[in-house]
């Protein structure tokens, strides 16, 4: 029991020590908006794509396909999606918090922490977790864009199905794992020096995106409504991953597919969605309230369920 103790603390503890050093630069003034503005920037077109190329490049993909996964993690991002948009309406009288809400309580951010974090975990058996990245990010894009065209506050920001699909085609975490899944099923070798150069990009991302992320984190004050980000920061890294655990655990899935699996759900909210909440006219306090609570919680619920894992066997350490 020690030994998975100690496991699943040295997994998460340093993630957490480069957070708290991202929030002391913030405190300190040596990172402002415009460091993370930018920095958030150079990740989201370098160094994630970076990352998810070299993940998949590396991998044996063609033996990784498993088109059962692909369609549960869908099918189950799409339902929990749609009941948790129902609960809100039953929870939430202030319609200007549902967006707010609801992307709070469903969407991970799945391509700079969950991914990382699942490779951390299981090695080379997380390679379905970039698979699932692949299917998760239009999946979310396109959800989140109806959530806020119902809730739209702002007329002069019109949302368009062929926007939505041209943003999508044009995301270079897209456009790099559809390059890492052509070059791996085809065998295409890169010269050594580009392959060292990506996967040295790759190797930066995660310590980065760690310290923009705690750097990130604000303690504001936003009255009553500081209970709707309680509640949808608690869905988020307790009900949902261990909703889709249980749920996989009944269709038959076992070992590294229940560890994605509640990996892809355990981790924080999403900065993306924070970004979408406040260009569409949502709630942007309860929204940027949801990701520091999450950040925070996550940080102990998922030492937990990795600790559980680990006592269980399904995470070998």
Do not use: H
Request: proline share 3%; charged share 10%; net charge positive.
């Amino acid at each position: 029991m020690l030994a998975n103790l100690a496991f699943s603390l040295n997994i998460v503890a340093p993630w957490i020590l480069m957070a708290a050093i991202g929030l002391l630069l913030r405190r300190l003034g040596i990172v402002n908006e415009a460091f993370l503005s930018k920095g958030n920037r150079v990740v989201f077109l370098v160094f994630l794509p970076s990352m998810l190329f070299a993940s998949i490049y590396g991998s044996e993909l063609g033996e990784s396909f498993d088109l059962g996964f692909i369609i549960f993690v869908a099918a189950w991002t799409i339902l929990s999606f749609l009941a948790i948009w129902a609960l809100s309406l039953l929870l939430i009288k202030d319609r200007n918090v549902i967006s707010a809400f609801v992307q709070g309580s469903c969407r991970s951010n799945v391509g700079a922490l969950a991914v990382p974090l699942a490779f951390s975990v299981l090695g080379d058996g997380a390679v379905k977790s970039v698979l699932a990245l692949a299917v998760l990010i239009p999946i979310y894009n396109i959800m989140c864009i109806v959530l806020l065209a119902v809730y739209n506050k702002k007329e002069d920001k019109q949302m368009s199905i062929a926007g939505v699909l041209v943003s999508i085609a044009k995301n270079p975490s897209i456009i790099s794992i559809a390059l890492g899944i052509a070059f791996s099923l085809i065998g295409i070798s890169l010269p050594t020096f580009i392959n060292s150069t990506i996967n040295s990009f790759a190797q930066v991302t995660v310590p980065l995106v760690l310290v923009l992320l705690g750097a990130s984190i604000t303690f504001k004050s936003i009255d009553g409504k500081f209970k709707y980000a309680i509640y949808s920061g608690l869905i988020k890294v307790v009900a949902m991953p261990v909703a889709v655990t249980l749920l996989a655990y009944l269709f038959g899935f076992r070992g590294n597919d229940l560890a994605i699996l509640m990996l892809l759900n355990g981790v924080p909210t999403a900065i993306a969605g924070y970004v979408m909440v406040t260009e569409m006219g949502g709630d942007s306090d309860v929204a940027s309230s949801n990701i520091m609570l999450t950040t925070i919680l996550s940080a102990f619920t998922l030492a937990i369920f990795i600790f559980v894992f680990a006592l269980l066997g399904i995470i070998v350490n």
